[in-house]
């Protein structure tokens, strides 16, 4: 607690000699009398005045009892206004909204801040330029009653012009997040994300930050001379990326959603890039280009699956290519890897016949991992030749057997669509984007398509 004021605002303090200043400052953080929320002060006549709390009865046989001074009578008990310490004068941005709500209640009918209308207050934002998007918050009806006072007061302590409100995404097939403004004339902003300018209405899009090592990651890729198809391209959170820095040569962008289809035209003007995208707006199911593709990206989450078969056709049918598939995976249960070259019976064989050599082979991290592990092979008739190895025991195993299946049913598609041609799959590359608690992965696996010549 802190030290009650006498009327000229002075608070309790020790004066002793200074020789034994930082003694008795330990000695009173030990008994818990040391009022932190001030600073010590020097005094003129050799001593150093230590701000102290609690003015009970029997402070003074605390002091005396707490010391230990070679002579008492140095030291005695004042009255002083000392500093505030360095750590209490920082207020935090919350501190400073619930004041100022605080005062605008006062000054408009006394109304008091109680702790359910304090608990109503914003603790979290983000920040995009001018405009502050704040969680769900002053859900009580006793703010409506003041109108856009308290959004215009938020802004003047955080220092926005425009101010926003972010509820959950809908579940329209569009991902488009609930955000309601409530101070501005519109929800257009611009973020530079690893020199590349997005600019988007977050009341209609949403941007994907927590993508960004994966966006890294595409853009160090070297896709010179190559066609990339992107399969849900939304506002370009990869399309830019593969041709800003990974400099593709042409790059098909499909999204059905209309708002997001106008920031991502934004985009690729504001980036310099429109004149080698083309955007198809509409189902990709029905508009993506076929046969063009040296590698196609399937940002969709928690699965992509809906989209493997148009990935497999956009895949140039000569010489095929990479497929970069995202996808949430399970970690907290396991579920038994089926082999397409398998009959049903043969399913449970093919998976305890596994080897740690195999998930092991495929370099499985979180960061930049490279090299590969054959799926099974599209000649093979058995997968006799794995050996011994029950359930995964570890995450990266059914990281592992997650992608395993996921490069086996990428070859039944594609040898489905080039009857009778025969295709290999091969697990390039996983990358753990992030994770979801509990026990929920994002992951993109890199799958190299080739037919098999002959």
Known sequence: MAAPMNGDGKELALSVPTKYGQQVRNSLQTI????????????EDGHVVLPVLDLGQNLEQKLRDAMLLENPVDWKIVQIQLPASKKNQIISPYQQIVSAIDKFLRDHGGAELM??????????????????????????PFWRQYGDDIWRLISEVLSCDRLAQKGSIASNGYRTP???????????????DN???YTYDVTKCMFSAGNVTEKLRVSRFHCENETVVDLYAGIGYFTLPYLVHARADRLHACEWNPDAVEALRKNLRLNGVEDRCVVHFGDNRQLCPKDVADRVNLGLIPSSEPGWET???ALKRCSGGILHIHGNVETGKTTPKSCNN??????????NN??????????VSERNLTNSADTCSSNSSKCSDLSAKTQPNSTKEIWGDWSLGVSSKIRVILERLHTPHIWQTKVLHIEHVKSYAPHID????????????G
């Open 32 to 43: 818990g009398l040391y009022d932190s929320s001030r600073r010590s002060k020097s005094a």
């Open 115 to 140: 702790e359910d209308l304090r608990s109503d207050i914003p603790r979290r934002w983000e920040r995009h330029g001018d405009l502050v998007m704040i969680d769900a918050c002053f859900q009580n």
């Open 178 to 192: 609930s955000v309601r403004l409530l101070l501005g004339q519109d929800g257009w902003v611009e973020h530079v």
């Open 195 to 197: 020199g590349i300018r």
């Open 311 to 313: 990935a497999c056709a």
């Open 342 to 351: 398998c009959d049903e019976s043969e399913n449970v064989k093919c998976l």
């Open 354 to 363: 596994r080897t740690e050599n195999e998930i092991d082979s495929m370099k």
């Open 442 to 453: 994002h992951l993109v696996v890199d799958i190299e398509c080739r037919p098999v010549p």
